[in-house]
Structures are given as structure tokens and as C-alpha cells.
């Protein structure tokens, strides 16, 4: 155990292209279907944590000021896993920060519990392998076990009860396929239904569930076979069909959730006109109204062009595919 040293890890957001939604245990965040993303690089999460063995609870400072008391329970609940694993009750005092809008659509769930994964592994010094690390960063937050690994990662649903077979893995390298990602932000809100909310209502109303979850072996065989060959016409058709699919499972829960607003089907209808331009390029939503595009590099100035020109699109963001979760000082 590392004691009174500041132990930091940098992780990036990820963006998933066949998408999870559900849980097939709600404790520890097992998912009810893999999912299969990509990681960002230019947004991430920096996390510090130093261990005191004064402190009587963990302390959780986020963004530059104290958490609300729900988060650092979160996260004390997170740590308490690293705090059993090594045997020794201490506390510490976390500090986490990202370079990104919080309401940017963009999990800042996912990245920040993997870089407190990684700085926590550091500081308990437990030597956890990745695999560990991401079935882990599960239990922060379901597309955290994602964050841990760069490029192209695959999250495994698994089958065994206690959820030690979903972790995810690596799949193809960033630099392999350098695709970049053009993210709109229709919003600056805060999302009214969290992920976790939304999901539960979902499995427990919709009529659909069912069909969503035993459909989604045929997508992860498509974009398995998408990545392995680079096609991007087949990753624009099962990246489509997965998203549209979760969002109409999604407006079928009772009551219905819809994160979309006007800007969001704008967005789509643009990108589907610059697709029918020959510009290689898709969309995929997440549990927000932001849409983000993926595209190939050579498109990219025509894609922000068309995009940013949309009405009530706020902002664009534009990153390429980046690394996994790694400690960034404090090491050795
Ligand atoms: C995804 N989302 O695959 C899907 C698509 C949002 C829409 O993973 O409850 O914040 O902590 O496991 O990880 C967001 O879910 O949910 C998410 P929990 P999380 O990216």
C-alpha cells in the first residue's frame, strides 16, 4: 500500500457502437448483452487518490469542488472493493477532473471509475492484470470496464451468476483503423432519466426486451467481422441498426423515455443526406440528445462542415480513437 503519496491515471470516454443496455444483475453492473465500442482519445478523466490513514471516510472531490454525499458514497462503495481485496481499511482522498462537459452525452462515468481502477490498483498495490481491472471498473459503472482498454474494445455479457466472466478486451488497436468522431452537442442539460433509471424501467416494461437482448449475438458477429475486415459500410449498418434499435426499445418502456430532441433528428437526417453524397460517415446516440458522427479521416472536414451548420447544434467536438486507462504520475 502506498500511504500519503498523490497517485494519478488518465482514462478516456468510450463510445459504444453495438450498444449495452440492461442488466442482468443490477449488483455489480452486469450486463445483460456485450457491447462493443471505441475509446476516445484528446477527452478523458484524470483521477488522483492518496491514501490517509487519518481520514474516517473517504473524501471525493470532483471537478474542483466536494461531490454531493450520493457520489462519494459511490465511490467510497467502488473503493471498498480495493479496501477488501488488500486487506486494509483505508481511507483516501480522491480528486477527479475532465477536460470535457460533463453533459456532453459522453459517460464521464466510464472514464473516471476506469482511471480510479488503475490509480486504485496502484495505491492498494494489488497487481491486478487489465482483465481484473475491467470487471472491476464494471462495478463503478457498466461502460467503465470499456474505458479500461483503447481502441476498439469488446465487453462480454458472460453467463456465470456472479458476473466474473463479463469483463471486456481489447480488439483492434487505435491506430489500426484511425477512425475520428465528431460529437454534437444539441444540449447542455443534464439528462432527466440516468442510464441506470432508464435501463431498469426498460427491462421491466417494455415488450421488446426480450427480442433486444437475444438480437444483440447477430450484431456483435456483424461488427466483430465489420472491425476484422474494415469495412465501414457494414460498421455504418450494424453501428445504425444497434443504436435506433436501443432508442426504439427505449421509447417502448412505459413510460415511454425519449432523450432525443428536435436537433437530434436533424442531425440524423443530415448525416444520412451526406451519406447518400458518398461521404462515409454514421451516427450513433447515447442515453442524451448529443449525436455523434464516426467517420473516416478523409471526411472529416466535409462531416464538421455540414454538421456544426445544423441548427441548434452548440458546440463540436472532434477526436480520434484513443488508449486504455494508465497511470500518469506518481508511478514507481
Ligand atoms: C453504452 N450506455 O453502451 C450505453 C448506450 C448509454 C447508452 O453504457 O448503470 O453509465 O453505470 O452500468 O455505464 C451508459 O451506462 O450505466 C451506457 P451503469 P452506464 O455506452
Known sequence: MIIGKTITAQAHPNIALVKYWGKRRKEGNIPAVGSISITLDTLYSRTSIRLEPALRGDRFIFNGAPAPEAQRRRVQMFLDI???RAGRAVFA???SENNFPTAA????????????????????????????LSRLARQGSGSAARSIFGGFVEMHAGTRPDGSDAFAEPLLAPEAWPLRVVICITSRQEKSIGSTEGMERTAATSPFYSAWVSSSKDDLAEIRRAI??????ELTEVSEHSCLKMHGLILSARPGILYWNGTTVE???RIRALQRDGVPVFFTIDAGPQVKAVCLPEALSDVVGALKRVDGVREVLVT????GARIVEGDG
Open 82 to 84: 480495493f479496501r477488501r
Open 93 to 95: 482522498r480522491i480528486e
Open 105 to 132: 452525452g459522453l459517460a464521464s462515468s466510464a472514464s473516471g471509475f476506469a482511471a480510479l481502477a488503475v490509480a486504485a490498483n496502484r495505491a492498494f498495490q494489488l497487481h491486478l492484470e487489465e482483465r481484473e
Open 228 to 233: 476484422r475486415g474494415k469495412n465501414f459500410r
Open 267 to 269: 442531425l440524423i437526417h
Open 320 to 323: 480520434g480513437l484513443g488508449q
